[in-house]
């Protein structure tokens, strides 16, 4: 079993940055992949980037992002800190939305269904 918990949400200006952190526990944190969702009142659930599970692979550490904050966020790990972090830079009134941290035993993917671990979430609020 792994737990997830997310923290660095707030309220921030728009055009601010805020870091957000989410540490793992409970099963080796280098077999995970790892990715970052949120929700947006009354909208449904959205992808905004994942990270591959550490290894020597090719794929190891490679990241991927949603069209929406390609260029604005950057996502990415520390093994020995077993954290999986999320870089949100030049933020909009659009980003406000519960961010969700998941992991999953296997490459990464856009799809949250297919994560097997989920964390509580955290509250970003961007004002205009």
């Known amino acids: 079993q792994v737990q997830l918990v997310e923290s660095g949400g707030g309220l921030v200006q728009a055009g601010g940055s805020l870091k957000l952190s989410c540490a793992a526990s409970?099963?080796?944190?280098?077999?995970?992949?790892m990715g970052w969702f949120r929700q947006a009142p009354g909208k449904e659930r959205e992808f905004v980037a994942a990270?591959?599970?550490?290894?020597?692979?090719?794929?190891?550490?490679?990241?991927r992002y949603a069209d929406s904050v390609k260029g604005r966020f950057t996502i990415s790990r520390d093994s020995a800190k077993r954290t999986v972090y999320l870089q949100m830079n030049s933020l909009k009134s659009e980003d406000t939305a519960v961010y969700y941290c998941a992991g999953r035993v296997g490459l990464y993917t856009d799809y949250g269904w297919a994560y097997d671990y989920w964390g509580q979430g955290t509250q970003v609020t961007v004002s205009s």
């Open positions: 990270i591959n599970r550490s290894g020597g692979s090719w794929s190891g550490g490679s990241t």
């Open positions: 409970g099963r080796t944190f280098s077999s995970l992949s």
